[in-house]
């Protein structure tokens, strides 16, 4: 998991709370989701370490209430992996020492946000690639243990061979040459297992196989039993280790069928019927040696994903009953672009993968681009029909850096979205050592199609209901943006979003929101309906617009809705460092009637506090509370806190996220208002919940 995508959950040590929020909101900045408690006294951080799963501890030497030396005690007697940082307000070259000495892991300066950002994500990444290796270490050991049993119960006659003398063999081998116990062959050179007729043979076979060269994937030989009858065996290999060492794993397997049967069931294990490709299993398999391979220092590997422009639109026009004849015509066309430094495999109904061998950037860019042209509107034969299709290419370059499946598939299928996202025809491949012009031209395209969307209604809204448990009368949604796109389908936000923000478009795109809500819920109120609607306003669209509050309230009233109908909805996180536009637009809309909601609520370090500062009427409760929340008790407790701080407030307390009925059951008891999540209806284009 991404840093970003993990919650931190960080102790901070200090006298003054606004020094802890000033650094909370630094790293939050950072792009870190932040999960921070501050221990008053040194009981209150014994407590802590011992209930509660922390990552990460910063603590400021001059603290009064929890000295820093505590701190650092407290830390080793709970024996648990948590590096202590200490924060100072200078450069200052003997606290720096002194902080080290006593047993600080690294030094964060409040003064220079970068930096503080810097050293925690590099401490949080060791203790999670710490943790997880622990954690890999186990599932290891677990797996070796299930794999060991699987061996000894295997009816496949397998063996494992170091320098050539057998160091463990299963029942069914012993079976197969006629061995009683393993203790008969134990340090039993295999040669003597082999006919005098391909000793000579096999013997240099592991001369080469122990300089380092790889063993065949099979070998067809003539085996001796116990009693010196010989027998054809076809002989696999595979690399592995046994109790640490590295070894070679042999299975034999006694010739019963005709060489050429043999070999073409073999071909039809990893051949995809339709298409004569590889199939998905076996293509993954490739993927996973390249991977390998790259791991070990290869590089000049690529993975492309291609995937037909606008599919459900080609299928439609030559008709459900040829969809195998379309994909049959594409493999085939798809196969001239390719050569013998490529391997090419069907991944899903009409998704193909293209493994290529010996590419560079350079080449990886020239191969896909290649495959783009060999269809770029070219005619295609289907059955009896001529038709013309573009293609959308996504890829990764496989190096050292990367070298984990999931990271790759990850990064070409990200391609691939954005690729067809920006309206398909299109290669995009993401080399990890270089930020090339092809990402320049991408983000450019990017911003060009977001334009025209804010200027010709190329948005569009869907809804998720937000359920009252009270039985509030009325219909209550949130609303997300889509984009359109150019063949009708719809893009997730999460393609581009973060681009729009980073290019400066989030308060065009926020303010697209909020007016099209407030329409929303006019053409609703002249049907009859009574429709609150949720829209997120980030805070920095509200600082980037002095005059948004006027603006939302003259729509409001030009619509003639009440004004709450509308919650805006500001992210807690943010907040503090919009706090002054943030108040001015509160008391504008509030007067108008519209409601403030915080979302991601309990974030902070006093998030009750941070109420006393902005009125919101509306708490919505971060997601990492809720996620696990029926085998939580921990996030059972800081719900029910919420819900009943909020009761006394007089605000409303909303549960997102909800996404299993054990969870709602949880919520039920727990006296929350509102609860919203895909286990009671997932967002859609359409307002057609039953809230009866």
């Known amino acids: 998991?991404?840093?970003?995508?993990?919650?931190?959950?960080?102790?901070?040590?200090?006298?003054?709370?606004?020094?802890?929020?000033?650094?909370?909101?630094?790293?939050?900045?950072?792009?870190?989701?932040?999960?921070?408690?501050?221990?008053?006294?040194?009981?209150?951080?014994r407590t802590l370490l011992a209930q509660q799963n922390i990552d990460l501890v910063?603590?400021?030497?001059?603290?009064?209430?929890?000295?820093?030396?505590?701190?650092?005690?407290?830390?080793?007697?709970?024996?648990?992996?948590?590096?202590?940082?200490?924060?100072?307000?200078?450069?200052?070259?003997?606290a720096m020492l002194g902080a080290f000495k006593a047993g600080a892991r690294g030094i964060v300066l409040r003064h220079l946000p970068v930096q503080a950002q810097a050293v925690v994500r590099s401490e949080y990444?060791?203790?999670?690639?710490?943790?997880?290796?622990?954690?890999?270490?186990?599932?290891?050991?677990?797996?070796?243990?299930?794999?060991?049993?699987?061996?000894?119960?295997?009816?496949?006659?397998?063996?494992?061979?170091?320098?050539?003398?057998?160091?463990?063999?299963?029942?069914a081998y012993l079976e197969m040459f006629g061995y009683e116990r393993f203790?008969?062959?134990?340090?039993?050179s295999v040669l003597d297992l082999i006919a005098p007729s391909h000793a000579a043979g096999f013997k240099d076979l592991l001369r080469r196989i122990s300089k380092g060269e790889a063993p065949p994937r099979q070998l067809e030989i003539k085996a001796l039993d116990a009693s010196g009858n010989a027998f054809d065996?076809?002989?696999?290999?595979?690399?592995?280790?046994?109790?640490?060492e590295p070894c070679l794993q042999i299975v034999f397997r006694p010739r019963m069928?005709?060489?050429?049967?043999?070999?073409?069931?073999?071909?039809?294990?990893?051949?995809?019927?339709?298409?004569?490709?590889?199939?998905?299993?076996?293509?993954?398999?490739?993927?996973?040696?390249?991977?390998?391979a790259a791991a070990g220092g290869r590089h000049h590997q690529a993975l492309l994903l291609v995937e037909p422009d606008n599919y459900d639109a080609l299928v439609a026009s030559v008709g459900l009953a040829q969809a195998d004849q379309l994909v049959v015509a594409f493999a085939r066309r798809l196969e001239t672009a390719l050569d013998e430094t490529t391997v090419a495999g069907r991944l899903s109904d009409h998704r193909f993968g293209v493994l290529c061998r010996l590419h560079d950037h350079k080449a990886s860019q020239a191969r896909a681009e290649r495959i783009r042209a060999t269809f770029g509107g070219r005619i295609l034969e289907v059955g009896d029909r001529a038709i013309t299709l573009t293609v959308s290419i996504g890829g990764v370059q496989i190096g050292e850096r990367n070298a984990q499946i999931d990271p790759v598939l990850s990064r070409a299928e990200s391609g691939l979205q954005s690729a067809m996202g920006v309206g398909g025809d299109r290669v995009e491949i993401h080399d990890p050592a270089?930020?090339?012009?092809?990402?320049?031209?991408?983000?450019?395209?990017?911003?060009?199609?977001?334009?025209?969307?804010?200027?010709?209604?190329?948005?569009?809204?869907?809804?998720?209901?937000?359920?009252?448990?009270?039985?509030?009368?009325?219909?209550?949604?949130?609303?997300?943006?889509?984009?359109?796109?150019?063949?009708?389908?719809?893009?997730?936000?999460?393609?581009?979003?973060?681009?729009?923000?980073?290019?400066?478009?989030?308060?065009?795109?926020?303010?697209?929101v909020v007016h099209r809500a407030i329409a929303v819920v006019r053409e609703r109120q002249a049907t009859g309906k009574a429709t609150t609607l949720y829209v997120k306003l980030n805070p920095e669209s509200i600082s980037a617009n002095e005059r948004l509050g006027e603006e939302i309230v003259a729509a409001v009233k030009a619509a003639g809705i009440p004004g709450d109908r509308l919650v805006l909805e500001l992210h807690e996180p943010a907040v503090f460092t919009h706090l002054k536009a943030i108040q001015a637009l509160s008391r504008k809309v509030h007067a108008a009637g519209v409601r403030l909601a915080l979302e991601?609520?309990?974030?902070?370090?006093?998030?009750?506090?941070?109420?006393?500062?902005?009125?919101?009427?509306?708490?919505?409760?971060?997601?990492?509370?809720?996620?696990?929340?029926?085998?939580?008790?921990?996030?059972?407790?800081?719900?029910?806190?919420?819900?009943?701080?909020?009761?006394?407030?007089?605000?409303?307390?909303?549960?997102?996220?909800?996404q299993d009925a054990a969870s709602m059951t949880v919520l039920f008891g727990i006296g929350v208002d509102f609860v919203e999540g895909d286990f009671l209806a997932s967002a859609g284009p359409a307002m057609n919940y039953d809230f009866g």
């Not at 203790?183 to 039993?188: N, R």
């Not at 065996?233 to 640490?244: D, K, N, R, S």
């Not at 509370?625 to 085998?631: E, F, G, H, M, S």
């Open 434 to 512: 270089a930020r090339d012009r092809a990402e320049e031209e991408r983000i450019a395209a990017w911003v060009q199609r977001l334009r025209e969307a804010l200027a010709n209604d190329g948005f569009t809204l869907h809804y998720q209901p937000i359920i009252s448990l009270n039985g509030e009368p009325g219909e209550t949604y949130e609303a997300y943006v889509r984009l359109k796109g150019s063949g009708g389908e719809i893009v997730a936000p999460s393609t581009f979003l973060p681009l729009a923000e980073e290019q400066g478009l989030g308060p065009d795109i926020d303010r697209w």
């Open 233 to 244: 065996a076809l002989m696999e290999f595979t690399p592995a280790t046994y109790e640490g």
């Open 600 to 658: 991601h609520f309990g974030t902070g370090l006093n998030s009750f506090q941070l109420l006393q500062h902005i009125d919101a009427d509306v708490i919505k409760v971060d997601r990492s509370y809720i996620t696990d929340l029926a085998k939580s008790a921990e996030n059972q407790a800081k719900v029910r806190e919420f819900a009943e701080k909020a009761r006394e407030l007089g605000k409303t307390c909303v549960v997102h996220y909800v």
């Open 125 to 171: 990444e060791g203790v999670r690639s710490r943790r997880g290796l622990r954690l890999v270490e186990a599932h290891l050991r677990e797996t070796e243990r299930r794999c060991d049993t699987l061996i000894d119960s295997s009816r496949d006659p397998i063996a494992y061979i170091h320098e050539g003398m057998h160091i463990r063999a299963n029942d």
């Open 183 to 188: 203790e008969d062959i134990e340090g039993l």
């Open 58 to 94: 910063i603590a400021s030497p001059d603290a009064k209430g929890v000295p820093f030396d505590a701190v650092v005690r407290e830390v080793q007697a709970s024996a648990k992996d948590l590096p202590v940082l200490a924060v100072l307000g200078a450069l200052d070259e003997a």
């Open 1 to 45: 998991m991404p840093i970003n995508d993990a919650v931190l959950r960080l102790l901070l040590v200090d006298d003054r709370l606004e020094d802890a929020e000033r650094l909370t909101s630094v790293l939050r900045n950072g792009g870190m989701a932040v999960r921070p408690q501050r221990p008053d006294h040194v009981d209150d951080l």
């Open 257 to 292: 069928v005709d060489a050429a049967v043999a070999a073409e069931l073999e071909a039809l294990r990893h051949r995809d019927p339709v298409t004569a490709f590889a199939n998905r299993a076996h293509f993954m398999g490739e993927l996973e040696h390249a991977i390998a």
